[in-house]
């Protein structure tokens, strides 16, 4: 990936903003969407030009590399999301990293893993927990009829974990009306863990986040959209 100059980042990001709001208003002058953008594929020069042009959450999908790049961004003050599959033996690191929030939270088991090791460092993470509405067998997540049942459990079994919501990654196929579906799938559990505290629900990437939005999402994460 090339370090891409300012005005192109710029040109790039007032579109992905134009896109956001003309979809936001279709749901409600109130509806706010907050956008993530995922920095995995690009240059940490990109970063700090976006931080520049106004951009302050980020979102990677591996610890080491978050790691990195918190470390050498360590001056800005940016706001970390981890949005991959976290790896058990990578908990404690992704503990000491502190980020924003992990968005990833897969299963109840990583969960009380997870919950152990922020015991043991006398700290509190906040999580969404992850739906595979589409129920892929290539993503991770957990099964849309059994969401509800796992986010109240977690709640119950794991206080040092702060859950914030729900986060789906969009059905993989061509067809909209499938990832509508998965989109509205997310979105139904969403409002029914509302009365549970929970308050975002990400959804949409490059290819879906004004579909997405329009489902109810609050929170999108976009990569490639910004560096092209
Ligand atoms: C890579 C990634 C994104 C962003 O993907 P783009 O299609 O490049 O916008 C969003 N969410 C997750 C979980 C990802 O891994």
Redesign the pocket.
């Known amino acids: 990936m090339p370090i891409l100059d300012k005005e192109r980042l710029r040109a790039n990001l007032d579109e992905v903003i134009w896109n956001i709001e003309q979809a936001r208003i279709t749901v409600s002058e109130h509806h706010i969407v907050k956008l993530v953008t ?1 920095a ?2 690009t240059e940490l020069e990109n970063i700090s030009t976006l931080y520049e042009l106004g951009q302050r959450a980020f ?1 990677e ?1 591996h610890v080491q590399q978050l790691k990195e790049r918190m470390e050498l961004l360590d001056a800005l003050p940016l706001e970390w999301h981890m ?2 599959t976290l790896q058990k033996n990578k908990i404690n690191n992704l503990i000491d990293l502190r980020p924003s929030l992990l ?2 939270l897969d299963s109840l088991e990583l969960a009380q893993d997870l919950n152990k090791k922020l015991v043991a460092k006398e700290t509190t993470l906040s999580c969404l927990l992850q739906i595979n509405a589409a129920q892929e067998e290539s993503k991770s997540g957990v099964a849309p009829d059994e969401a509800i049942n796992i986010y109240q459990a977690i709640k119950e079994s794991c206080p040092q974990i702060n859950l914030k919501g729900v986060m789906t ?1 969009g059905a993989h196929t061509e067809e909209r009306s499938v990832i509508q579906q998965s989109f509205e799938t997310t979105h139904r559990i969403y409002e029914s863990l509302q009365k549970e505290g929970a308050n975002i629900c990400s959804m949409g ?3 879906d986040y004004q579909l997405a939005i329009k489902c109810g999402s609050n929170l999108v ?5 910004l560096f092209k």
Do not use: D, E, F, T
């Open positions: 995922v995995k594929y979102g999908n949005i991959g968005q990833s990654i990437m490059s290819s994460r976009v990569g490639s959209a």
